[in-house]
């Protein structure tokens, strides 16, 4: 907390350009405290006022929001609506129809434009199709598809006829897949031939035959396959089907179902701090209605706008960012199959500049990990790129710090571009806490204020409120539209993990710590206060890293932690004991080898561990506890100077040390 107080005294303050306030949405302050203070004035009024400004209703709703049954609150209740109608037909409606809704970047530079009529064709011909294999409203459908126009088709297409689908990132391996697919209880896996990832062919289909046959799968019916690659796959006669085939014969309209404001648009499976997943289930109204004004707030979408978000559709922000708001939104985005650094780690740079992009979203791992190649490669240095189009920046994931904060504002920003720093969950659906560009002087490193209608605290672990200045846990004083219905097939498990009793049980735990600052209000986040990493942006469990590690038949403990990486931010770190003789040298590498391939193929390679150590014992307390602190200090490489007594087997953290 020190380090934040001294460190933000050097840190200069970021003003507005005058030019960019004049024309935003929410110009100055004035505007930005006027909607705090309906918001705090007359809290269902606010919400239900944007609700019935922006979503196009079916059936208008009577009340905004049921509290009832907390922390089970329902928005909008007694109103209906259709997402996808919402998205698709009100462009075609508004004179967007021949407007470009997604132009997509392959891989190899190949590009494909889709305007949104054409898009509304694609979607309402591929929902017949999931309605001709007998898909209907409320069935779950798992997409496991590349970053793609069909992924959002397949997205857009199963709202449409009121279907739920859960996305599983492309990366993630078939025991992860299985799992998901049979805790929803799945009847339909819509997954590509193969995938394109920096030149190289990665299998799809085969990893979702795979999962399929992993037992409890039983549910699909059918998997439905987008042809990327045109490869040879493996087929299964009756439950296979071409997306392109399925498609082709049905009709260009299709009416969206209108369903439930409660209805579950979708739910997304991310972690916790247990080994299982949770399969966080959002609403259809209150998701759009924050999706939509989040575009229109944070990233001040106009209709001249080239949007952006560089995120895969498996994780909530291309859910968000890139499935559905830009889309509500009637703006025109990019979408990108690569990888930043594919053919050069100009590549970002050369498509900003290549299609005049003017809003740009990305996380901070990717810019720290392009400062790297930059300072390497001057050939990819960013002043080599005209990026004069762009006028707002955005990081999202997981802290930036000032250093490279400033960077992205100088040479990406030209000095000139405002950089929403934007804090935000799964669980929350849309931002939370962030600047809005045209109001909000910024401070590198803070993602400064609430979002009107956010009423974010810092409150102690009984859940009293802290003065500004004190590091606390960051909570949720009111239910707010897009926040997380329930756990998916858990209620329990939602009401202890964000609404626990110790807190009050009327308090939404972010899981994350922060501190508020005593003159300006701005929150600072001060990272996870659970078992939960963040690499590279990613959110993973040390429990769930630990569950496959001690399911590998030599492994008989395992504990992950968390160490600070330069460049993915943290780096997982896995302490492990074998069920023989603890292996040394050139063995222990290999072996290291094999643990990291068997992580990569339980969860997905994301999850692989960056070092591993074994070692005969983990470090425990007399009762049997691991000390956790004492793996953190060991897993940075620190020399062990706090007090070690209360640890059985001392001995052990030389061993523990080094690293293989
Ligand atoms: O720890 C916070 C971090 O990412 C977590 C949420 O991860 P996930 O559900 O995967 O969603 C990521 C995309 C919204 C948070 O609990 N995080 C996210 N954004 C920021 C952040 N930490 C600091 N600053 C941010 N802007």
Same mark, same amino acid.
């Given at each position: 907390?020190?380090?934040?107080?001294?460190?933000?005294?050097?840190?200069?303050?970021?003003?507005?350009?005058?030019?960019?306030?004049?024309?935003?949405?929410?110009?100055?302050?004035?505007?930005?405290?006027?909607?705090?203070?309906?918001?705090?004035?007359?809290?269902?009024?606010?919400?239900?006022?944007?609700?019935?400004?922006?979503?196009?209703?079916?059936?208008?709703?009577?009340?905004?929001?049921?509290?009832?049954?907390?922390?089970?609150?329902?928005?909008?209740?007694?109103?209906?609506?259709?997402?996808?109608?919402?998205?698709?037909?009100?462009?075609?409606?508004?004179?967007?129809?021949?407007?470009?809704?997604?132009?997509?970047?392959?891989?190899?530079?190949?590009?494909?434009?889709?305007?949104?009529?054409?898009?509304?064709?694609?979607?309402?011909?591929?929902?017949?199709? #999931?309605?001709?294999?007998?898909?209907?409203?409320?069935?779950?459908?798992?997409?496991?598809?590349?970053?793609?126009?069909?992924?959002?088709?397949?997205?857009?297409?199963?709202?449409?006829?009121?279907?739920?689908?859960?996305?599983?990132?492309?990366?993630?391996?078939?025991?992860?897949?299985?799992?998901?697919?049979?805790?929803? !209880?799945?009847?339909?896996?819509?997954?590509?031939?193969?995938? &394109?990832?920096?030149?190289?062919?990665?299998?799809?289909?085969?990893?979702?035959?795979?999962?399929?046959?992993?037992?409890?799968?039983?549910?699909?019916?059918?998997?439905?396959?987008?042809?990327?690659?045109?490869?040879?796959?493996?087929?299964?006669?009756?439950?296979?089907?071409?997306?392109?085939?399925?498609?082709?014969?049905?009709?260009?309209?299709?009416?969206?179902?209108?369903?439930?404001?409660?209805?579950?648009?979708?739910?997304?499976?991310?972690?916790?701090?247990?080994?299982?997943?949770?399969?966080?289930?959002?609403?259809?109204?209150?998701?759009?209605?924050?999706? &939509?004004?989040?575009?229109?707030?944070?990233?001040?979408?106009?209709?001249?706008?080239?949007?952006?978000?560089?995120?895969?559709?498996?994780?909530?922000?291309?859910?968000?960012?890139?499935?559905?708001?830009?889309?509500?939104? =009637?703006?025109?985005?990019?979408?990108?199959? +690569?990888?930043?650094?594919?053919?050069?780690?100009?590549?970002?740079?050369? &498509?900003?500049?290549?299609?005049?992009?003017?809003?740009?979203?990305?996380?901070?791992?990717?810019?720290?990990?392009?400062?790297?190649?930059?300072?390497?490669?001057?050939?990819?240095?960013?002043?080599?790129?005209?990026?004069?189009?762009?006028?707002?920046?955005?990081?999202?994931?997981?802290?930036?710090?000032?250093?490279?904060?400033?960077?992205?504002?100088?040479?990406? !920003?030209?000095?000139?571009?405002?950089?929403?720093?934007?804090?935000?969950?799964?669980?929350?659906?849309?931002?939370? %806490?962030?600047?809005?560009?045209?109001?909000?002087? #910024?401070?590198? +490193?803070?993602?400064?204020?609430?979002?009107?209608?956010?009423?974010?605290?810092?409150?102690?672990?009984?859940?009293?409120?802290?003065?500004? =200045?004190?590091?606390? %846990?960051?909570?949720?004083?009111?239910?707010?539209?897009?926040?997380?219905?329930?756990?998916?097939?858990?209620?329990?498990?939602?009401?202890?993990?964000?609404?626990?009793?110790?807190?009050?049980?009327?308090?939404?735990?972010?899981?994350?710590?922060?501190?508020?600052?005593?003159?300006?209000?701005?929150?600072?986040?001060?990272?996870?206060?659970?078992? @939960?990493?963040? @690499?590279?942006?990613?959110?993973? =469990?040390?429990?769930?890293?630990?569950?496959?590690? @001690?399911?590998?038949?030599?492994?008989?403990?395992?504990?992950?932690?968390?160490?600070?990486?330069?460049?993915? +931010?943290?780096?997982?770190?896995?302490?492990?004991?074998?069920?023989?003789?603890?292996?040394?040298?050139?063995?222990?590498?290999?072996?290291?080898?094999? #643990?990291?391939?068997? @992580?990569?193929?339980?969860?997905?390679?994301?999850?692989?561990?960056?070092?591993?150590?074994?070692?005969?014992?983990?470090?425990?307390?007399?009762?049997?506890?691991? &000390?956790?602190?004492?793996?953190?200090?060991?897993?940075?490489?620190?020399?062990?100077?706090?007090?070690?007594?209360?640890?059985?087997?001392?001995? %052990?953290?030389?061993?523990?040390?080094?690293?293989?």
């Amino acid at each position: 907390m020190h380090d934040i107080k001294s460190m933000k005294r050097e840190i200069p303050v970021f003003e507005v350009p005058d030019a960019f306030s004049k024309r935003a949405t929410i110009a100055g302050m004035g505007v930005y405290n006027a909607l705090c203070a309906e918001a705090e004035k007359d809290y269902e009024g606010f919400w239900a006022r944007l609700a019935r400004g922006n979503l196009f209703w079916s059936r208008p709703f009577t009340q905004a929001l049921d509290e009832s049954n907390a922390p089970f609150y329902r928005w909008f209740g007694d109103g209906q609506l259709n997402a996808s109608y919402n998205c698709l037909d009100r462009n075609l409606q508004t004179g967007n129809g021949d407007k470009a809704a997604i132009l997509f970047e392959a891989d190899d530079g190949a590009l494909t434009r889709v305007t949104y009529r054409e898009l509304h064709a694609k979607v309402c011909r591929f929902a017949n199709a #999931l309605k001709s294999l007998g898909v209907s409203g409320g069935d779950r459908v798992v997409i496991y598809l590349p970053m793609s126009i069909e992924g959002v088709v397949a997205m857009q297409a199963c709202a449409r006829i009121g279907a739920i689908h859960s996305v599983v990132f492309g990366g993630f391996s078939a025991k992860a897949l299985q799992e998901r697919i049979a805790d929803l !209880g799945a009847v339909l896996l819509i997954t590509a031939d193969e995938q &394109m990832r920096a030149g190289k062919v990665l299998p799809l289909k085969s990893i979702a035959d795979e999962a399929l046959t992993m037992g409890g799968c039983e549910s699909v019916r059918h998997v439905v396959v987008y042809r990327r690659t045109g490869n040879r796959i493996e087929w299964i006669e009756n439950r296979d089907r071409w997306m392109h085939e399925i498609s082709a014969s049905q009709p260009e309209t299709c009416e969206a179902e209108p369903v439930d404001a409660e209805h579950p648009l979708f739910v997304l499976y991310t972690s916790g701090s247990t080994g299982r997943p949770k399969g966080v289930q959002h609403s259809t109204a209150g998701y759009l209605l924050w999706a &939509m004004l989040t575009m229109q707030w944070t990233f001040d979408i106009k209709p001249e706008d080239v949007f952006w978000c560089t995120a895969d559709i498996g994780w909530i922000t291309g859910h968000t960012y890139i499935a559905y708001g830009p889309l509500a939104a =009637g703006a025109t985005q990019i979408m990108f199959e +690569g990888v930043p650094t594919y053919p050069n780690a100009g590549r970002f740079w050369e &498509m900003i500049s290549r299609h005049r992009v003017s809003i740009f979203y990305t996380a901070p791992t990717a810019i720290r990990s392009l400062i790297k190649a930059a300072d390497a490669n001057p050939q990819v240095r960013p002043s080599r790129y005209d990026l004069t189009s762009l006028r707002l920046l955005g990081t999202v994931g997981e802290p930036i710090n000032p250093d490279t904060w400033q960077w992205y504002h100088h040479h990406i !920003g030209s000095d000139r571009c405002p950089i929403v720093d934007t804090f935000w969950q799964t669980e929350t659906g849309g931002h939370m %806490i962030a600047p809005l560009p045209g109001a909000t002087p #910024l401070v590198p +490193g803070s993602c400064t204020l609430p979002l009107p209608g956010i009423m974010a605290s810092v409150v102690d672990e009984s859940g009293q409120a802290l003065p500004d =200045g004190s590091g606390g %846990i960051l909570a949720i004083r009111r239910p707010w539209p897009s926040m997380i219905r329930t756990i998916w097939g858990d209620p329990e498990r939602f009401r202890q993990s964000y609404f626990p009793a110790e807190l009050g049980g009327n308090l939404y735990l972010a899981g994350d710590g922060a501190i508020r600052d005593k003159d300006n209000g701005y929150f600072t986040i001060t990272g996870r206060i659970d078992d @939960v990493l963040n @690499v590279s942006g990613h959110r993973m =469990g040390t429990m769930e890293i630990e569950s496959a590690l @001690v399911a590998h038949p030599l492994v008989a403990e395992a504990a992950v932690v968390g160490r600070a990486d330069e460049v993915t +931010g943290e780096a997982i770190c896995a302490f492990v004991v074998l069920k023989r003789e603890c292996p040394l040298g050139g063995e222990a590498r290999q072996l290291a080898g094999d #643990l990291r391939k068997w @992580v990569g193929e339980q969860i997905g390679p994301i999850a692989k561990p960056k070092d591993i150590r074994f070692g005969d014992n983990l470090p425990k307390t007399r009762s049997g506890k691991i &000390m956790r602190r004492l793996l953190r200090s060991l897993a940075k490489g620190e020399t062990i100077t706090q007090d070690v007594s209360t640890l059985e087997n001392p001995a %052990i953290l030389e061993q523990l040390g080094e690293a293989f």
